[in-house]
């Protein structure tokens, strides 16, 4: 088939590259002149584990290119998506000013029957408003819209693309579904569902899933703080939890708060589309106020260890991206304990494996270097904001070495606490007891 994406970011690269993999004929649309530019030049533009070599096998056979010319994009397209940013607006609802902006370019130069379809995670009624701004200009039976939203994951975004649990299209054209249908068939042969529904359904499941997956981390971490205080330990409370087949074992992690581009766009606009409703949606208003205090626990646990001034203090930084296995920085923790921990008065030296350029571009107060332990040289303390698999089994005597003070601040629980306290730290978590000086004391 062929299909164009407009939108070339995280979502709209992986897709390509993915349905280019699937023998289909690809051309990816972006008004970034120069990320296109990368891209005609074989420069794959975000870090997504295992994206590369599909990338260059699907671009060298021809399958996968790249424009800046949306008419030239779409030209031969049977299917058009639409991969581009919702950020949310100043009132926390999301931005549509992208989508709508395309569907009015579409509609100006669209000749032939095209199924546009809706990857972007938006709000109910979308697809309506891209259906009326289409029919301004175009008769009807030239087009359908249809809602596919993304379920991908940053850093698995590949494996989730290519083998995903579900596929959701949101359409009421028998004709259009069919085209998904075919579109689809090569990811589901082991018999997971395509569900097709009507749209504003399908674009309520993707809300509906982002925020309950934000909910269930923030539980979690209230959880954890409430262990901190009743002397329980949160890892056994987790694991405890887990086992449960009615609760499972996945986003039971506390730790220092959910971040990355979409759970808190999409918790904040799925609230003003309760409140568009006139529905008072409180567990949302409560999951984002509770996550906002978590994501700068660990700068105040620094604080208070500190007696709350930081002046002359060097804290080493371990991971800056919002989650492992990205280079992703949008609403990453760290950035808001960095901000945090400078304004205290300290100095941060950071290390994250993939990150380091996005944050120097925002943060150039940051010494970045090259290597864990270099983060550590003379620092006062080490505080752990991502958990790379890379920081999980840490020479603990190194490390200790390379600090002025053997004092770890964990935001994601990496190490059981007889590691640190064998070798003699001060060592915070969340939810567990602290280890002091090589000795664990329930507080
Ligand atoms: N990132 C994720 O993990 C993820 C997962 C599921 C769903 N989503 C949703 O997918 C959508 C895209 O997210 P993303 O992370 O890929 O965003 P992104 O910011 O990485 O990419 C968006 C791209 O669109 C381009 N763009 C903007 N205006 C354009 C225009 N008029 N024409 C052509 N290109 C244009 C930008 O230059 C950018 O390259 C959002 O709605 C997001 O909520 C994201």
Not at 20 to 44: F, S, W
Not at 80 to 93: H, N, R, V, Y
Not at 262 to 276: E, H, I, N, R
Not at 279 to 302: G, P, T, W
Request: glycine share 8%.
């Amino acid at each position: 088939m062929n299909i164009a994406v407009v939108g070339t970011g995280y979502v709209g690269l992986v897709s390509g590259v993915c349905f280019a993999e699937t023998g289909n004929n690809v051309i990816c649309v972006d008004i970034d002149k120069n990320k296109v530019e990368r891209l005609r030049n074989g420069e794959v533009v975000i870090y997504e584990p295992g994206l590369e070599p599909l990338f260059e096998r699907n671009a060298r056979q021809g399958r996968l290119k790249f424009t800046t010319d949306l008419a030239e994009g779409i030209k031969d397209a049977e299917i058009i998506f639409l991969a581009l940013p919702t950020p949310p607006g100043e009132d926390g609802s999301a931005d549509l000013k992208y989508i709508l902006g395309v569907a009015s370019d579409l509609s100006k130069i669209i000749t032939d029957y095209k199924v546009i379809v809706d990857k972007s995670t938006v709000p109910v009624g979308t697809s309506e408003k891209v259906h009326a701004i289409l029919a301004d200009n175009l008769d009807e039976s030239l087009f359908d819209v249809v809602s596919n939203p993304e379920f991908l994951r940053e850093g698995v975004a590949v494996d989730d693309f290519l083998k995903p649990d579900r596929v959701v299209i949101g359409t009421s054209s028998d004709r259009a579904a069919k085209v998904m249908k075919r579109l689809y068939d090569p990811f589901v042969r082991q018999g997971n569902p395509v569900i097709v529904m009507d749209e504003r359904s399908a674009e309520m499941t993707k809300y509906a899933a982002n925020s309950y997956l934000a909910t269930r981390i923030t539980f979690m971490n209230e959880i954890a703080n409430l262990c901190e205080l009743a002397g329980a330990d949160v890892d056994c409370v987790r694991r405890g939890m887990g086992t449960d087949s009615r609760i499972g074992k996945r986003f039971l992690f506390p730790g220092i708060g959910y971040g990355g581009s979409c759970f808190p766009k999409d918790v904040s606009a799925l609230g003003k589309t309760a409140t568009q409703h006139g529905y008072d949606f409180k567990i949302l208003e409560s999951v984002m106020s509770v996550n906002e205090h978590q994501k700068r626990k660990l700068a105040r646990m620094i604080k208070e260890h500190f007696g709350n001034d930081l002046t002359g203090k060097t804290i080493a930084l371990w991971g800056l991206a919002f989650k492992p296995d990205t280079d992703d920085i949008r609403e990453a923790p760290a950035l808001y304990i960095i901000d945090e921990l400078i304004a205290a008065g300290a100095k941060i030296r950071a290390f994250d494996p993939e990150a380091m350029a996005n944050v120097a571009k925002e943060k150039p107060e940051v010494t970045m270097v090259d290597d864990q332990y270099e983060a550590l040289d003379g620092a006062d303390a080490l505080a752990i904001c991502t958990e790379w698999k890379v920081f999980r089994t840490p020479s603990f005597p190194a490390v200790k070495k390379m600090l002025s003070t053997p004092l770890i601040f964990d935001g994601r629980n990496l190490y059981d606490l007889e590691a640190p306290k064998e070798h003699g730290f001060t060592y915070y978590s969340i939810g567990r007891a602290v280890v002091k000086a090589g000795e664990v004391v329930t507080v």
